[in-house]
Each structure stands twice: as structure tokens, then as C-alpha cells.
């Protein structure tokens, strides 16, 4: 199976990183819904440092800083330079401006630690989660609180599961190993619940987010065909195909997507867990 099916910390800190930034405002405008319910478990009043862990582009980051007091201090970190230099652009319009630099979960160090932990779907691609997790358990002060949002199982996340049919229509798709980086390693969120209480987390707690997701936003079918193509990880595997394979993908999604078509978008079933809990 393509290595580049389950990106690693590593090609977050490449590549990755710079397509996700190509595609940063649909992206952005597709997981908006999933911040607010996922902010609302920090219980931020009177929190003065709060950190966004894994933050991409900066947008979780900015709702975080809007949500918080008056005079909190909001830090955002993410491995990826192409995502870091534009969060940092964003943030000059904002007053007062979340700081954004570069900067590992799994090695970051910072003196005082934080009251408040965030990360959004950043914690999956971790390539010794064990390790990681006890490094962010460090970042945190005692008495503070994390909110992870982590996908649920593949049945629940449909807008991913049909992307993975239709490219497995066209090439070999062996089952995904279990324990390999990607969007849905917590599916089974028991998985990471052993995690966090091995690295030190405490109380920690599982709520779940479930609606439809509008793919890329307000695309039509075939521009929402063609962006989850580009943005999909599991679509990572056609590259070796040419552009023809490309294309029959792209059609064969196309059709699927004009069937989810409603109000504007094509949307699809999603389901997010919301993991949260204190040191």
C-alpha cells in the first residue's frame, strides 16, 4: 500500500502540509461546524494560555482566540512551515492576534505550561503516539483541560468511505493496517482513551458530533468530486495511474456526489468524537 495512503507527522511537514494549504479555504469552510462543540469542552472562563496543537492554517485557532477572555495569551502550533508562515499572515488582522509558530506536539517544550489544550483532527498522524501524547501531557499545567477531536468509525463517516469505494472500484485498496497514521486510527475511540490515561490525562471523557459535512463547502458535484480527490489521503494511491484513472475516479465520484446534492452542497454523513479531560 502507497505510503503516502497514511501521511505521517513527517509528510505533514512537507507536502502534505502545502496541499492542504492549496486547499485551505474549502477545507476550512467544510470542518467550521466541528469548532464551536469542540471548544465548548475547554470551559475556557478565566484561562489566560491556551494552545491549538496541530493547528494547519490557523482557523480553529482564531475561533479559540474569539471564544476565549479578554487578555488570554492563544498559541498555535503546527509542523508544517507553508501553514505556519500563513496563520502567521491571518493573524496581523486579528486584535488581539493569536502567536503562531512552528512546532512539533510530540517534541514541543514551553515554560509556563498551558491551561487549555486543543487539537482538531491533528492527533492521528502522530508516528509514536505513546510518546506524543506523553509530551503534550507535559504542556499542560495540573488542573488543566484538553478537547481532542478525533473521527469516529468509517460506517459513521460516509464523506470518507465513498471516496474509498470509488478509488477501490479502480485500484487495489488492501484493508488499512489498524494502527496506521490516518483520519479514522481512532475510530475505535478505546484506542485512544488507553493513550491518554497511559500518558498521564485524567477524567477524561467521549461526547460525539454527528451531522452532514458539506464537501468542500458549497462545490458541486464535480468540483466537490475533484477536491475530495485532491485531499483525501486514500485518493493518494491513483497517483501512480495517470491522468485517465484520475479522470474515471473523478466521473465514477461525480455521480455518486450529485445523488447527495441538497441546499447548495453535496453533504454527506460525518460522526466526530470529542475527547476531552483534565491532568
Same mark, same amino acid.
Request: net charge negative; proline share 8%; charged share 20%.
Given at each position: 500500500?502507497?505510503?503516502?495512503?497514511?501521511?505521517?507527522?513527517?509528510?505533514?511537514?512537507?507536502?502534505?502540509?502545502?496541499?492542504?494549504?492549496?486547499?485551505?479555504?474549502?477545507?476550512?469552510?467544510?470542518?467550521?461546524?466541528?469548532?464551536? *462543540?469542540? &471548544?465548548?469542552?475547554?470551559?475556557?472562563? +478565566?484561562?489566560?494560555?491556551?494552545?491549538? =496543537? @496541530?493547528?494547519?492554517? #490557523?482557523?480553529?485557532?482564531?475561533?479559540?482566540?474569539?471564544?476565549?477572555?479578554?487578555?488570554?495569551?492563544?498559541? #498555535?502550533?503546527?509542523?508544517?512551515?507553508?501553514?505556519?508562515?500563513?496563520?502567521?499572515?491571518?493573524?496581523?488582522?486579528?486584535?488581539?492576534?493569536?502567536?503562531?509558530? =512552528? +512546532?512539533?506536539? @510530540?517534541?514541543?517544550?514551553?515554560?509556563?505550561?498551558?491551561?487549555?489544550? &486543543?487539537?482538531?483532527?491533528?492527533?492521528?498522524?502522530?508516528?509514536?503516539?505513546?510518546?506524543?501524547?506523553?509530551?503534550?501531557?507535559?504542556?499542560?499545567?495540573?488542573?488543566?483541560?484538553?478537547?481532542?477531536?478525533?473521527?469516529?468509525?468509517?460506517?459513521?463517516?460516509?464523506?470518507?468511505?465513498?471516496?474509498?469505494?470509488?478509488?477501490?472500484?479502480? &485500484?487495489?485498496?488492501?484493508?488499512? *493496517?489498524?494502527?496506521?497514521?490516518?483520519?479514522?486510527?481512532?475510530?475505535?475511540?478505546?484506542?485512544?482513551?488507553? =493513550?491518554? #490515561?497511559?500518558?498521564?490525562?485524567?477524567?477524561?471523557?467521549?461526547?460525539?458530533?454527528?451531522?452532514?459535512?458539506? &464537501?468542500?463547502?458549497?462545490?458541486? *458535484?464535480?468540483?466537490?468530486?475533484?477536491?475530495? =480527490?485532491?485531499?483525501?489521503?486514500?485518493?493518494?494511491?491513483?497517483? +501512480?495511474?495517470?491522468?485517465?484513472?484520475?479522470?474515471?475516479?473523478?466521473?465514477?465520484?461525480? #455521480?455518486?456526489?450529485?445523488?447527495?446534492?441538497?441546499?447548495?452542497?453535496?453533504?454527506?454523513?460525518?460522526?466526530?468524537?470529542?475527547?476531552? +479531560?483534565?491532568?
Amino acid at each position: 500500500m502507497s505510503a503516502s495512503e497514511h501521511p505521517t507527522s513527517d509528510d505533514w511537514a512537507g507536502a502534505r502540509g502545502e496541499k492542504w494549504l492549496a486547499q485551505l479555504a474549502r477545507m476550512e469552510s467544510m470542518l467550521a461546524p466541528v469548532d464551536a *462543540p469542540l &471548544i465548548a469542552q475547554l470551559a475556557l472562563k +478565566g484561562t489566560r494560555r491556551i494552545a491549538d =496543537l @496541530a493547528c494547519g492554517g #490557523g482557523g480553529t485557532t482564531l475561533a479559540l482566540a474569539a471564544a476565549a477572555d479578554p487578555g488570554a495569551a492563544v498559541f #498555535g502550533y503546527d509542523i508544517s512551515p507553508a501553514l505556519v508562515a500563513f496563520a502567521q499572515t491571518r493573524a496581523a488582522a486579528h486584535d488581539p492576534a493569536p502567536v503562531f509558530a =512552528l +512546532g512539533d506536539s @510530540a517534541t514541543l517544550a514551553v515554560d509556563p505550561p498551558f491551561d487549555r489544550i &486543543i487539537s482538531r483532527f491533528g492527533t492521528m498522524f502522530f508516528a509514536d503516539p505513546a510518546a506524543a501524547f506523553a509530551n503534550m501531557a507535559t504542556l499542560l499545567a495540573p488542573g488543566g483541560r484538553f478537547a481532542f477531536a478525533v473521527w469516529g468509525p468509517p460506517a459513521d463517516n460516509r464523506w470518507m468511505a465513498i471516496v474509498r469505494e470509488t478509488v477501490g472500484e479502480l &485500484i487495489d485498496l488492501p484493508p488499512p *493496517p489498524v494502527d496506521a497514521p490516518g483520519p479514522l486510527r481512532y475510530g475505535d475511540v478505546q484506542v485512544l482513551l488507553r =493513550l491518554l #490515561g497511559n500518558a498521564g490525562f485524567r477524567d477524561v471523557t467521549v461526547g460525539d458530533w454527528s451531522d452532514n459535512l458539506a &464537501i468542500g463547502g458549497d462545490l458541486e *458535484p464535480r468540483a466537490a468530486a475533484q477536491f475530495a =480527490l485532491e485531499t483525501m489521503s486514500v485518493a493518494q494511491a491513483l497517483a +501512480g495511474g495517470g491522468a485517465h484513472l484520475l479522470a474515471r475516479a473523478t466521473d465514477l465520484l461525480t #455521480g455518486r456526489f450529485e445523488a447527495r446534492w441538497s441546499d447548495g452542497a453535496v453533504r454527506l454523513p460525518a460522526r466526530v468524537h470529542l475527547v476531552s +479531560g483534565g491532568r
